[in-house]
């Protein structure tokens, strides 16, 4: 396989919270935003902080999203392929998705490095606990790369209008579930078996999952102090918001 020498990146997160610059009213998503805005800055990739609503913002409500042929409601998990695909036609070759509850923690493990070394039209991440103990072949949604291609626009597309199993809208794992159960022998992707639930030297993401989610701002903060980086780093973030009912046109 022959690889560009320089490969445009664009990470993206995606989360209906907004980012604040001050820890007194922060939330995680702050912490991790700065935290992966910081990454990007260092090793020269672009960053994008997006917040989807639904018709109007609404942080009291987890469903900021809506099927657009069924008109059923939907997770806010679900509003990252969206967020994701409006970033495919900026030019760029590949788009990073990282979840609100995960960094990119290792600085010199470099996202083209990744890349060269399990390329394909999309990256995830093994979703076993504790890939010490097992792997299961299945997906994380968490975390992948999409390379960027007119494929992998439609593959997307196709993620997002599934209708195969209307519960997994509103009940996890939303997306996730949808590209086990439906997609993963449609689409071209690879399972990579790193570890990422659990903290292991050198690794390229650390994923504080839902299973740990008490212990996600001391480690996030911890992260912080040990790497200098403050949270007014985030009046720097390009952050978008948008009315996910704007894309209907282009999922219909």
Known sequence: ???????????????????????????YNSLTAAINYNYCKINGYDFIYYQPYYKEIDLSSPYNCVHFHTG???????????????TMDMGYDYI?????????????????DFIQKYDNDFIFFDD????????????????????????TKSNIKEWYNNTTYPQFDVTPFYEQTILNFCLSEKINMTIVPEIHFEEEPGQLVRHMHSGIMGLRWDYFIQYMKSHNIEL???????????????LSNLFI
């Open 1 to 27: 396989m022959v690889f560009k020498t320089f490969m445009k990146i664009l990470v993206v997160m995606s989360d209906n919270r907004p980012i604040q610059t001050d820890l007194e009213n922060a939330e």
């Open 72 to 86: 059923n409601v939907r997770s806010t998990s679900w509003s990252k392929l969206l967020s994701v695909y409006l």
């Open 96 to 112: 990073v998705y990282i979840d609100t509850d995960a960094i990119l923690k290792t600085m010199n493990y470099k996202i083209e």
């Open 128 to 151: 076993s606990p504790n890939l010490r103990l097992n792997i299961s072949n299945t997906a994380c949604a968490g975390f992948f790369i999409v390379k960027v291609s007119e494929r």
């Open 232 to 246: 007014s780093i985030n009046s720097n973030i390009n952050v978008i918001s948008f009315d996910v009912t704007q």
